[in-house]
Nanobody
């Protein structure tokens, strides 16, 4: 069974940092477009970052640019989201998702077919 698993969430004070990790069983993340999403209470899920397959291109939502960094560790079959200078509005459940496309490109309309169950990130004093 294809499965994506997130880890690394927690409670952090404003200005703090967290590093989320995404791993997978049964398939190799290197071959997929990977997205990080979040859903705050009462709000729709939104994509915060995306990593193309193979060309190193990364995309970010404007609200996280300069604070979040998505990266791949192909040797460990994992993708990370480094989150710095966290703000209370970053609070939510963070999801990792994978999408296969022969182009390897992440677009605004990319539909992701493999999802994890999410990890909670809470930014509060």
């Amino acid at each position: 069974q294809v499965q994506v698993v997130e880890s690394g969430g927690g409670l952090v004070q404003p200005g703090g940092s967290l590093r989320l990790s995404c791993t997978a069983s049964e398939f190799t993340l290197e071959n997929y477009v990977i997205g990080w999403f979040r859903q705050a209470p009462g709000k729709e899920r939104e994509r915060v970052s995306c990593s193309n397959r193979g060309d190193g291109t990364t995309l970010y939502q404007d609200s996280v640019k300069g604070r979040f960094t998505i990266s791949r560790d192909n040797a460990k079959n994992s993708v990370h989201l480094q989150m710095n200078n966290l703000k209370p509005e970053d609070t939510g459940v963070y999801y990792c998702a994978a999408h296969y496309t022969y182009t390897g490109q992440c677009t605004p309309t990319t539909l992701f077919e493999y999802w994890g169950r999410g990890t909670q990130v809470t930014v509060s004093r």
